[in-house]
């Protein structure tokens, strides 16, 4: 055992079955709460802005006032667990979310419900930065696979819903109810949190470095709302002044983590081959699903004509076909490599992408079934990606590992959205929703050779760290 660091492990390799499951569903509901508040205002920003008497484009602040939280937090609560253990931030992380939930719900002003939601983001942070590091102490370690891919399924699912569930909800109430049902699911995860999650976490006996926190949070800020004002159009010279204060804040940043122990943004698990590549895969893997799920809703509505409910359910078989997939994907990586997992899942979804992109008056069918190939082939990957990422870490650095995944996953989502508004802003809007399917299956094929590359590199879940 390292120095600085306190092993506290009383318990036996994960939890045993009956208190797993308990486990699992109080991890899984406080991660589904986080996933669907990303999107499930979506359809109400327009009554918003009625109602506060606010513009269109300030109104959009109250969806990516959370997001943007939650990027530049991430990182920083992963430290935290990896110093105070992922039970306290996870639990924390829910506190939070439950009352801000509340605070948005009973919100009166827009600029009431912005600053409760950039706090409800936080909160999410904390769920989401160790939610994937907890499961490395509720499952064995041979079944560590199998948890992603209950996790993967949860993301999955979670991501989209957030429409469906909205209309559900507005059909029985007000918009506040979008926010008072994160409630009684919060406080079901917070009891059970409390009763079944492990104690036996890895502590270690370091400070919490407060500067990197600071300069993570500017670093990523400005490098997203960087993009967001180039995409965008944004004056040159706003955009030049963002740029040079990115470049000095982000070279103290990362020269800052490479003089730490154990730094916030984990560079020392970037030197670890098999992680880095699966950080890589990730971040093209995300930036190629977010070029597709913000384009097509434009060219089923706009060029086809269907409307937002028949679009909502031709998209379903995505998400439907992932969470058929992950599970399984979750079960294979414990016996076939996650890179040959991974490079032959982002093949089927890059497929997926360009059949897609080839449609020009199709029929509903014709529609589904493409959906279906990109959701198989994004469960085959991620589950094994995301497993691969945490088994290559240390146990003591589960954390840093646990806030890489999200932070990915932030990075691809921003990136490819970003290229979305890109590309609709410089090509017709006929020509660019085939050129965004186009750009994502390049990212996919991109994600598939760096994939390969990790069959050199033995597989972290058939090793002992």
Not at 56 to 73: E, G, R
């Amino acid at each position: 055992m390292s120095s600085g660091t306190i092993s506290i492990q009383n318990e036996p390799d994960g939890l045993p079955f009956p208190r797993r499951i308990w486990a699992v569903i109080a991890a899984s509901l406080a991660l589904v709460m986080s996933v669907l508040d990303a999107n499930i205002v979506n359809i109400v920003l327009p009554t918003l802005s009625r109602e506060f008497g606010t513009t269109p484009s300030l109104t959009i602040w109250v969806m990516n006032a959370y997001q943007l939280a939650i990027t530049i937090s991430l990182l920083s609560f992963s430290s935290l667990g990896d110093i105070y253990g992922y039970r306290k931030v996870f639990l924390s992380g829910v506190a939070v979310f439950c009352v801000t939930s509340l605070v948005c719900a009973l919100s009166t002003s827009f600029w009431m419900l912005t600053i409760a939601r950039v706090l409800q983001g936080f909160g999410a942070a904390a769920i989401t930065s160790v939610n994937t590091a907890q499961l490395r102490t509720i499952y064995p370690r041979q079944y560590l696979g199998r948890g992603m891919g209950i996790n993967a399924m949860v993301v999955a699912v979670s991501a989209v819903a957030g429409p469906s569930v909205a209309s559900a909800i507005l059909s029985l109430g007000s918009w506040h109810w979008l926010f008072a049902i994160n409630i009684p699911l919060g406080l079901a995860a917070l009891w059970m949190g409390l009763k079944f999650l492990p104690k036996n976490e890895q502590r270690q006996n370091r400070k919490f470095d407060k500067l990197s926190a600071i300069a993570n949070a500017f670093t990523f800020g400005l490098l997203i709302y960087s993009m967001e004002g180039f995409a965008h159009h944004e004056s040159t010279d706003m955009l030049l002044l963002q740029l040079a204060l990115l470049a000095v804040v982000g070279t103290y940043y990362i020269r800052r983590q490479f003089r730490q122990e154990a730094p916030l943004l984990p560079v020392d698990l970037l030197k670890i081959p098999i992680f880095s590549l699966s950080v890589v895969t990730s971040i093209c893997s995300f930036t190629a699903q977010m070029l597709a799920l913000v384009s097509l809703p434009f060219f089923l509505q706009n060029i086809l004509g269907r409307t937002e409910v028949a679009t909502g359910l031709l998209l379903t078989p995505w998400p439907v076909a992932t969470l058929i997939t992950a599970p399984l994907a979750g079960y294979l990586v414990e016996k076939i490599h996650a890179g040959l997992l991974g490079c032959l899942g982002m093949l089927i979804f890059g497929c997926g992408l360009y059949l897609l992109s080839t449609l020009t008056s199709p029929t509903d069918g014709a529609i589904i079934w493409r959906m279906a190939v990109c959701g198989i082939g994004f469960g085959l990957f991620q589950t094994p990606n995301n497993s691969t990422i945490m088994s290559s870490a240390p146990i003591k650095r589960s954390g840093g590992a646990s806030g890489m995944i999200g932070t990915a996953r932030l990075l691809g989502q921003t990136s490819g959205a970003t290229l979305v508004a890109l590309l609709f802003n410089l090509i017709p809007q006929g020509q660019s929703i085939s050129s965004c399917l186009l750009l994502g299956a390049g990212f996919a094929a991109v994600a598939a050779i760096v994939s390969c590359f990790r069959l050199s590199q033995q597989m972290p879940l058939k090793r002992r760290l």
